[in-house]
Nanobody, 124 residues
Framework: QVQLAESGGGSVQAGGSLRLSCRASGYDFSVYVMAWFRQVPGKEREGVATINNGLSKIYADSVKGRFTISRDNAKNTLYLQMNSLKPDDTATYYC??????????????????WGQGTQVTVSS
């Protein structure tokens, strides 16, 4: 079954860290662009970070220098290390699969497979 499953969300105080994981199954994970998006109720979903199969990365300006995206193709797993968390980072975080053999991208229409989401709450 083709699917993505996130884990690692939780509650943390401002300045703290969390690492999100996204386990992929049912397809050749290594050749696809992967990304993290986040959404707050009542707001549009926002692209956070993306990585392609050549390990090129793009970050949203709001997380540059604080978040790091990585992937372990042997484990079919995508990661998001989040440091120096702020209350504005509070959201549901989703991992998503983009196109195969393509440049890194945060263009949401290119992402057609989504996980169920994991909640991150940062308190001040």
């Amino acid at each position: 079954q083709v699917q993505l499953a996130e884990s690692g969300g939780g509650s943390v105080q401002a300045g703290g860290s969390l690492r999100l994981s996204c386990r992929a199954s049912g397809y050749d994970f290594s050749v696809y662009v992967m990304a993290w998006f986040r959404q707050v109720p009542g707001k549009e979903r926002e692209g956070v970070a993306t990585i392609n199969n050549g390990l090129s990365k793009i970050y949203a300006d709001s997380v540059k220098g604080r978040f790091t995206i990585s992937r372990d193709n042997a484990k079919n797993t995508l990661y998001l290390q989040m440091n120096s968390l702020k209350p504005d980072d509070t959201a549901t975080y989703y991992c998503a699969r983009g196109r195969s053999w393509s440049p890194a991208s945060l263009n949401e229409p290119e992402f057609t497979l989504w996980g169920q989401g994991t909640q991150v709450t940062v308190s001040s």
